[in-house]
């Protein structure tokens, strides 16, 4: 018999987004991102359809009282180009509640560090995201996540990651263990309210890493130049003989710069990463109307253990709602 069990999931979904929607504002939103591409992975060409982090989701919010509000998010990634019918993904999922107090929300979510780093990957969710070299792009189960109300642009947070949650485990006791990740931020990520924008996170023994981060983003002459400095260091694991392994941190940063030209924004990116390679990423984006964008990229990666660098070259459209 066939699977119904997704067809089934998307119509619940969607029903109860309309039927929340004649109760309450919700929003329906998501984006599809589809890119024509070549893939030179280990010397080997492929041409690819793919999509890259397509979503669908809900969110809205509703006012308890005058001084309380809950919120909740529900998304999923829809990926176009699996071969699979049942092709829907788990995406930040959460219910909160938010006052003079600031946030607090309990579900699925983006860790703190990696909400920090704003709009600086000029390439995410394509073939540069830094994700590639960086470890951090957390998006843990079990989470429970504090953020602050926002003094004079300064705002602070602080996501507790649940030792039942995915990866979450002490390899050198063999036990699960409990993770955070924290971080203060600076400014309008968008760079429309504020010019600049400024990150610094950290991560302790999340998904197996303790991680440093800071990130920075500006607006200079009709440029958007940004920066990112990471250290990341794999928590204690064992050798084959039963011996512990103490892993040593290794720095990366990376470097970013967009300019807009009428219609068309040209894009750069640089990263590198100790004992792990190196990527570099040019592009370009044509806004074809507020939603709707056509664009081309091309990245090469260089990772260390490789004998041949690796090379992707892309031209696709997004449109968002």
């Known amino acids: 018999m066939p699977?119904?069990?997704?067809?089934?999931?998307?119509?619940?979904?969607?029903?109860?987004?309309f039927s929340a929607q004649a109760a309450e504002p919700v929003t329906v939103y998501g984006k599809l991102n589809v890119t024509v591409q070549n893939n030179n992975v280990a010397g080997e060409n492929s041409a690819t359809?793919?999509?890259?982090?397509?979503?669908?989701?809900?969110?809205?919010d509703f006012?308890?009282?005058?001084?309380?509000?809950?919120?909740?998010?529900?998304?999923?990634?829809?990926?176009?180009?699996?071969?699979?019918?049942?092709?829907?993904?788990?995406?930040?999922?959460f219910v909160g509640l938010r006052g003079d107090f600031g946030a607090i929300s309990v579900g699925r979510n983006d860790t703190m560090l990696k909400k920090s780093q704003g709009k600086v990957d000029?390439?995410?969710?394509?073939?540069?995201?830094?994700?590639?070299l960086f470890k951090g792009e957390v998006r843990a189960e079990q989470t429970l996540t504090y953020v602050t109300p926002t003094f004079s642009g300064l705002k602070a947070g602080i996501t507790w990651v649940g030792e039942n949650s995915n990866k979450q485990v002490d390899a050198v006791k063999n036990e699960t263990v409990n993770g955070f990740s924290a971080a203060v931020m600076y400014g309008d990520s968008g760079l429309k309210k504020t010019?600049?924008?400024?990150?610094?996170?950290?991560?302790?023994?999340?998904?197996?890493?303790?991680?440093?981060?800071?990130?920075?983003?500006?607006?200079?002459?009709?440029?958007?130049?940004?920066?990112?400095?990471?250290q990341q260091e794999q928590n204690d694991t064992l050798n084959d003989d039963g011996t512990v392994k103490k892993n040593q941190s290794d720095k990366g940063y990376l470097l970013s710069a967009a300019y807009g030209i009428d219609a068309v924004t040209l894009k750069v990116q640089y990263q590198d990463m100790e004992r792990k390679g190196k990527a570099a990423s040019i592009g370009a984006d044509y806004k074809l109307a507020s939603p709707t964008k056509l664009f081309a990229f091309y990245t090469q990666?260089?990772?260390?253990?490789?004998?041949?660098?690796?090379?992707?070259?892309?031209?696709?459209?997004?449109?968002?709602?």
């Open 3 to 17: 699977n119904l069990s997704k067809p089934l999931i998307l119509s619940a979904f969607v029903a109860a987004a």
């Open 49 to 60: 359809i793919q999509s890259n982090a397509s979503r669908l989701g809900v969110k809205g």
């Open 63 to 93: 006012e308890i009282n005058s001084k309380l509000e809950a919120f909740y998010t529900v998304e999923y990634e829809v990926d176009t180009s699996s071969s699979a019918k049942e092709n829907f993904k788990a995406r930040n999922q």
């Open 122 to 132: 000029q390439f995410n969710d394509i073939s540069g995201d830094l994700k590639n």
């Open 195 to 230: 010019p600049i924008y400024a990150g610094l996170a950290y991560d302790n023994t999340v998904q197996g890493y303790d991680i440093v981060r800071g990130t920075v983003q500006g607006k200079i002459a009709g440029f958007k130049l940004g920066g990112m400095y990471q």
């Open 301 to 321: 990666r260089d990772l260390d253990e490789a004998t041949k660098k690796d090379n992707y070259f892309g031209i696709g459209l997004e449109h968002k709602f």
